[in-house]
């Protein structure tokens, strides 16, 4: 009697177990996009960037890739890779080739699409199927303004950058004085491709080409900042050197230093920065024999020299 009444209990329990089995909910949740990269409409995908999805919850790889699409040259399936992060929630699209930047200041438009074929673990398809549509960098041009902490002139004991004029040649003492202009590439910059610098002449006292031979302008580096060091730093490349003709009073000068701007880029440094010097140091008569060159300082005197006449570096790069 005792034996039947505990195979009777054992029998309740099994199936009061196997009822909670059976209630226990699937998941029918769909999964969904939580965030993109690039955003749709959204300009300067750049070379090395990945598109990058983030989903509600793990999403099956292989449904990712049979339901990507793009008929853009360079995001085509056969085009790109995938890699998958943070346990499947994440997915990196990566272009196998660089996408093309615009040539010109035009948009240069992509696309791609995932459709309902995603799926969660659980075989739950897409909420909605996600479309996106971006550019990539533009060629741009633009007028860069001289640094006021940096542009300035400068002797072997002395620099001075918070003038709105500033010397070229050598002084009364015989001392020699350099010129430097610096421009800092935009933040949002991905490559430079050409630049062309231009300077206004204001003055110039005694006979600085006569006495002091060529003009040289020459790409430098100068740190944090113009002090006297930089008087004697080393140059970065050869000199471009001007004899004089055409620098009188009110003239203006221009020098294409594409050369020297994509080096600087290409080697990491933020901005161009060039300095200008005569051959010799001094002509040893006593005299000022000098240029006289509009800085960035000049800004704060509008009306006695317009911003018409303030240093100017023409920087055609990629941006978005």
Not at 19 to 33: E, K, Y
Not at 219 to 234: E, K, M, S, T
Request: proline content about 7%; overall charge negative; aromatic content about 10%.
């Amino acid at each position: 009697m005792k034996s039947s009444m505990s195979f009777r209990v054992v029998l309740l329990l099994a199936g009061v177990l196997l009822a909670a089995c059976g209630s226990q909910p699937s998941d029918t949740t769909p999964p969904s996009v939580v965030s993109v990269y690039p955003a749709d409409g959204s300009h300067g995908f750049k070379h090395g960037d990945a598109i990058t999805l983030t989903f509600s919850e793990p999403v099956d790889p292989i449904s990712v890739m049979e339901a990507y699409r793009s008929d853009d040259e360079g995001l085509k399936p056969d085009q790109v890779t995938f890699a998958f992060a943070d346990g499947g929630k994440k997915v990196l699209i990566r272009p196998v080739q660089p996408l093309l930047y615009s040539p010109t200041d035009s948009y240069l438009y992509y696309a791609f699409e995932l459709g309902s074929g995603v799926t969660d673990r659980a075989g739950n398809p897409l909420a909605e199927p996600l479309r996106v549509r971006f550019s990539t960098m533009r060629t741009l041009t633009t007028n860069l303004p001289s640094e006021r902490a940096f542009d300035g002139s400068a002797s072997a004991s002395v620099a001075q950058n918070d003038l709105p004029v500033f010397m070229v040649g050598d002084n009364l003492s015989d001392e020699g004085i350099r010129g430097f202009f610096s421009f800092a590439f935009p933040e949002e910059a991905d490559g430079v491709l050409a630049a062309r610098l231009r300077f206004y002449v204001s003055g110039i006292a005694g006979d600085p080409f006569g006495g002091l031979g060529l003009l040289n302008l020459e790409p430098v580096d100068l740190g944090v900042g113009l002090d006297a060091a930089d008087y004697a730093n080393p140059a970065l490349a050869v000199a471009i050197t001007d004899a004089g003709t055409g620098w009188t009073a009110g003239s203006y000068h221009e020098y294409g230093v594409s050369d020297w701007a994509v080096a600087a880029w290409n080697e990491g440094r933020s901005r161009l920065q060039v300095r200008l010097r005569f051959d010799q140091e001094s002509d040893g008569d006593g005299a000022n024999d000098v240029v006289y060159l509009v800085a960035q300082d000049a800004e704060d005197i509008p009306d006695q020299i317009g911003p018409e006449y303030l240093p100017v570096l023409e920087l055609t790069y990629y941006g978005p």
